[in-house]
T-cell receptor, first 115, second 113 residues
Framework: DTGVSQDPRHKITKRGQNVTFRCDPISEHNRLYWYRQTLGQGPEFLTY????????KSRLLSDRFSAERPKGSFSTLEIQRTEQGDSAMYLC?????????????FGPGTRLTVL | SQQGEEDPQALSIQEGENATMNCSYKTSINNLQWYRQNSGRGLVHLIL?????REKHSGRLRVTLDTSKKSSSLLITASRAADTASYFC?????????????FGKGITLSVRP
């Protein structure tokens, strides 16, 4: 399968614990995006990488959130000291970065539940 | 923050009928895209229309864009039960190299067999 993959698919944690999610983009894609989606809402942008450089972060991304993309391949999103409000679906997308036509391909998401 | 607003919020039709979904947005855009999401899963890209285009077709999908009214519509013809899903419009305004998507809240489409 050459699509975007995310791991784990589901994560249940207790408030205050740290969690880390992984995203493996389509191999030739140089752009990688993280979004968060809560129930009944559309996804909201969190952060963006071009190769290994994190070029933009949303104000939604508090200090408890950190994302990395070492070597410009897979990416990780870590949430420290989780709160119940962090419960959501975390979606990763990648794209080739063609000017004017930057179609993003999404992974299946990681559903986080904070108890 | 959400940019697009889809209308209606929910739509229920009979298999074989056409489904029309509308999206309005607030700011300038470079392109507008429609995505489908099956229950609790990732999003699937359906179609992209650039700001200088007015209409595009892809299979049973037809999308229109009116930048003067800041609105778009997605038409699914001859709907099937498998079209049951949530549909989102998303706008893109290039900021440097970033093509982040700004989504609406989505439309829930139910197609009855």
């Amino acid at each position: 399968d050459t699509g975007v993959s995310q791991d784990p698919r589901h994560k249940i944690t207790k408030r205050g614990q740290n969690v880390t999610f992984r995203c493996d983009p389509i191999s030739e894609h140089n752009r990688l995006y993280w979004y968060r989606q809560t129930l009944g809402q559309g996804p909201e942008f969190l952060t963006y990488f071009q190769n290994e450089a994190q070029l933009e972060k949303s104000r939604l991304l508090s200090d408890r959130f950190s994302a990395e993309r070492p070597k410009g391949s897979f990416s990780t999103l870590e949430i420290q000291r989780t709160e119940q409000g962090d419960s959501a679906m975390y979606l990763c997308a990648s794209s080739f970065g063609l000017a004017g036509v930057d179609t993003q391909y999404f992974g299946p998401g990681t559903r986080l539940t904070v108890l | 923050s959400q940019q697009g607003e889809e209308d209606p919020q929910a739509l229920s039709i009979q298999e074989g009928e056409n489904a029309t979904m509308n999206c309005s947005y607030k700011t300038s855009i470079n392109n507008l895209q429609w995505y489908r999401q099956n229950s609790g899963r990732g999003l699937v890209h359906l179609i992209l229309i650039r700001s200088n285009e007015r209409e595009k077709h892809s299979g049973r999908l037809r999308v229109t864009l009116d930048t003067s009214k800041k609105s778009s519509s997605l038409l699914i013809t001859a709907s099937r039960a498998a079209d049951t899903a949530s549909y989102f419009c998303a706008t893109v305004l290039f900021t440097g190299a970033n093509s982040k998507l700004t989504f609406g809240k989505g439309i829930t489409l139910s197609v009855r067999p």
